[in-house]
């Protein structure tokens, strides 16, 4: 039995998948195999982790903090074998409104918060039903990430100057920066502009060099050879610090806790959303199955080490994952000794990253958006159906111009009731004609009618046919409705029969229901269906021989 067809037994749902590794029997060509996956991965990660740090309103060093503490207790614990944690551009506006209402003691008690509250989501296994989302809801919501994290970055990249701090929202950041056009510099916009076309060009013709830090390094060159004038993280930052600090916790204070709740509480549905969707994404890839509610724990856990160490949100990223593993990962180590290898840079060769042009960290987050955007996806929802194109529509204006979590928790609603509507279009209620594998005999009694109920039975499909069912029970003395392709009914559609057949009572008349499924006819009795008031009858013809 293959690792996707086999049951999760509960003994094993928070078992992480580094322990199910080295139980299979884990050997030194899969240690090689993980250390060359995890180089790779580190070498896409050190960039990016400093790039969505600082757009984030923080240090670049936080950013490497939370790769390195975090992304080692994403592997270590997590229950995907191929995840990789870090920060995610997904959370930067999120991030970047928490530093600025709450500053950056409430960001690490916020990060510190959210470790809590996934852990708890994990141990009450409410990792089951964050995979439900709908797949609209995700399209939109990514695009409107994208959007926000490009907007983001149009500062950096144009090199503008402004008068004041730069709004979140985004209408007034691009009111903002439409006012400080005239403080364009054209060296940022050119070193920018050249990071992304080296990364682009390198994804045509050697897709597996590491494209990030390839454009990077070129543009560190380029600027310190020909002393453009182009901020770099050393002009902005300073020196970045050369190991992690001292582990310490955040202040714990009433007011603080509850000032950081909100904040908390946003970082950990935003973090388990993508992270789960990440999980996916790797076991799409590898034919494995991860352990959605392990998962969340290790994604709380690693949030609280982060914050002891003073990093910020971290969850597993689908760009890093999906790399982790096409490099030929062969487990959580992978994941695990990329977090090493940031360590050695950290530690090692942290002064070179003072060379970084903050453009070119741009220009990476620039691509990086750009291909979150899911432009295809979100085109082909849209040309589908009415229903799925105001999901995915109002999900990506609600990011952008309200909320993440009001997007998330505004287009899962509308996303619920547009299944609602099309499982209630799927039910129907028609005669059933006497050549219809019926004996005519039993069918032709003017006081009896049979009708077929087809499709789920539930509020919506009984609001629906109600109105037809009340016509039924108006002139025949007995009603009997066909359950046989009934699949599931709930307690409104327990409620219409009953409904029904008081109906039938007033006039002399009887309700039957006839073939259906035991856990139907289960359901019926467990939601208070009243025996005689409904009759139940395994067919016709026991309706037939039924006493009046």
């Known amino acids: 039995m293959t690792e996707t067809s086999r049951p999760i037994p509960t003994a094993t749902e928070f078992t992480p998948k580094l322990l199910t590794v080295w139980r299979e029997g884990y050997h030194l060509p899969d240690l090689r195999a993980d250390a060359l996956a995890g180089l790779t991965v580190a070498i896409v990660a050190l960039p990016l982790s400093m790039a969505i740090a600082i757009a984030s309103g923080v240090g670049p060093e936080r950013g490497l903090y939370t790769a390195i503490v975090g992304g080692f207790l994403v592997s270590a614990l997590g229950g995907s074998r191929f995840q990789v944690g870090g920060p995610a551009g997904a959370f930067i506006v999120l991030v970047s409104a928490c530093v600025l209402a709450t500053g950056l003691d409430g960001l690490i008690l916020a990060t510190f918060l959210s470790g809590v509250l996934l852990i ?10 964050i995979r439900y989302i709908p797949y609209p809801v995700t399209v939109g ?14 500062r950096e990249i144009f090199g503008l100057s402004l008068a004041g701090p730069e709004p979140g929202e985004i ?110 994404v790797a076991d799409g890839m590898s034919g494995a199955r991860h352990r959605s509610n392990a998962e969340l724990v290790a994604q709380g856990a690693a949030n609280i080490g982060s914050a002891l160490f003073g990093g910020f949100c971290v969850t597993g990223t689908i760009a890093r994952t999906a790399t982790n593993v096409r490099a030929g990962s062969r487990g959580p180590v992978s994941g695990m000794l990329h977090a090493v290898f940031l360590l050695v840079f950290l530690v090692v060769a942290a002064p ?14 620039a691509v990086v958006a750009w291909g979150m955007a899911e432009k295809d996806e979100m085109w082909a929802l849209i040309r589908s159906s009415r229903g799925d194109a105001m999901v995915v529509i109002v999900t990506f204006l609600l990011v952008v111009f309200r909320d993440l979590t009001e997007g998330i928790i505004v287009g899962f609603a509308l996303g619920g009731l547009v299944f609602i509507r099309r499982m209630s279009e799927a039910a129907s209620v028609r005669p059933v004609e006497p050549e219809e594998a019926y004996d005519p005999a039993l069918h032709t009694s003017p006081d009896r009618v049979v009708w077929r ?12 046919l109600q109105a037809v069912l009340d016509r039924i029970a108006d002139a025949p003395r007995t009603v009997v409705i066909d359950l046989t392709d009934v699949p599931l009914v709930d307690s409104s559609g327990a409620r219409s029969f009953e409904r029904l057949a008081q109906k039938a009572q007033r006039r002399g008349g009887q309700l039957f229901l006839i073939g259906a499924r035991p856990e139907v006819h289960r359901a019926l009795l467990s939601q208070g269906l009243h025996v005689p008031l409904v009759r139940f009858a395994a067919t016709l013809a026991e309706v037939d021989a039924a006493p009046g």
């Open 352 to 365: 070179l990253a003072g060379f970084v042009p903050l453009a070119a960290l741009a220009g990476v987050l």
């Open 171 to 280: 209408v007034a950041k691009v009111q903002a920066l439409w006012a400080a056009r005239g403080t364009v510099t054209w060296a940022a916009l050119a070193v920018a502009v050249l990071t992304a076309g080296v990364i682009l060009g390198l994804r045509r013709v050697r897709p597996h060099w590491p494209g990030m830090l390839i454009a990077v390094a070129v543009a560190s060159v380029l600027v310190w050879a020909a002393g453009l004038p182009v901020d770099t993280i050393a002009s902005r930052f300073g020196a970045l610090p050369n190991r992690l600090p001292m582990p310490a916790l955040p202040g714990l204070d009433a007011a603080g806790v509850w000032a950081a709740l909100p904040w908390a509480a946003s970082f950990a549905l935003l973090g388990a959303i993508e992270s789960l969707l990440s999980a996916v």
């Open 141 to 154: 919501f990514t695009a409107g990430i994208a959007v926000i994290i490009f907007a983001s970055q149009l």
């Open 453 to 464: 109920l087809q499709g789920p039975y539930f509020f919506g499909a009984a609001a629906q």
């Open 120 to 129: 708890a989501a994990g141990g009450l296994r409410l990792g089951t039903y």
